[in-house]
T-cell receptor, first 110, second 112 residues
Framework: AQSVTQLDSHVSVSEGTPVLLRCNYSSSYSPSLFWYVQHPNKGLQLLLKYTSAATLVKGINGFEAEFKKSETSFHLTKPSAHMSDAAEYFCAAGDYKLSFGAGTTVTVRA | NAGVTQTPKFRVLKTGQSMTLLCAQDMNHEYMYWYRQDPGMGLRLIHYSVGEGTTAKGEVPDGYNVSRLKKQNFLLGLESAAPSQTSVYFC???????????FGPGTRLTVT
């Protein structure tokens, strides 16, 4: 079994500034880790995944995440936020049964 | 290539009524899942299937049943709807375990 904690329920950034979304997980084994994005009234779209290869994972739309086993973390970053990044972001961990965090809502100020 | 589709998109039920949500995928995936999404709780797994003819309980299975008679379809049933089942329901599929899951657009269900 595993659990996921997203440390911020809401993050607000200015357009063009970096975004950091924090995710910690706990698991009795080495799970796969995922970040998904959900725009209003839409389904979830995969941003990136970690499955025991490189610890720095690059995803779509300029996002990347770093896996740190010692800290059981999988934080998501983007160097420069765009207005279109306003959405809800979910971190998930598991093998075929995923556990999701509660989500982080990102707002981007012009 | 439609990916994962869900029918219906919206539904309003009265307490005690029944309904079936249909999920279909055209990616030949083995694994399929039903989740519910509630504010502040992320997604919680209701039931899942690791292949045609198989189903298993997830984290919150009470009040729901599922069937996977065909590989491409995964049905979620509510036999006697309750207001606590008001939620947004998402179906997902994956090629196998530890692979990414692809999500449908969701079904918004309200039980009054």
């Amino acid at each position: 079994a595993q659990s996921v904690t997203q440390l911020d329920s809401h993050v607000s950034v200015s357009e063009g500034t970096p975004v950091l979304l924090r995710c910690n997980y706990s698991s009795s084994y080495s799970p796969s880790l995922f970040w998904y994005v959900q725009h209003p009234n839409k389904g979830l779209q995969l941003l990136l995944k970690y499955t025991s290869a490189a610890t720095l994972v690059k995803g779509i739309n300029g996002f990347e995440a770093e896996f740190k086993k010692s800290e059981t973390s999988f934080h998501l970053t983007k160097p420069s936020a765009h207005m279109s990044d306003a959405a809800e972001y979910f971190c998930a961990a598991g093998d075929y049964k995923l556990s999701f965090g509660a989500g982080t809502t990102v707002t981007v100020r012009a | 290539n439609a990916g994962v589709t869900q029918t219906p998109k919206f539904r309003v039920l009265k307490t005690g009524q029944s309904m079936t949500l249909l999920c279909a995928q055209d990616m030949n995936h083995e694994y399929m899942y039903w989740y519910r999404q509630d504010p502040g709780m992320g997604l919680r797994l209701i039931h899942y299937s690791v292949g045609e003819g198989t189903t298993a309980k997830g984290e919150v299975p009470d009040g729901y049943n599922v069937s996977r008679l065909k590989k491409q379809n995964f049905l979620l049933g509510l036999e006697s709807a309750a207001p606590s089942q008001t939620s947004v329901y998402f179906c997902a599929s994956s090629y196998a375990g530890r692979y990414e899951q692809y999500f449908g657009p969701g079904t918004r269900l309200t039980v009054t």
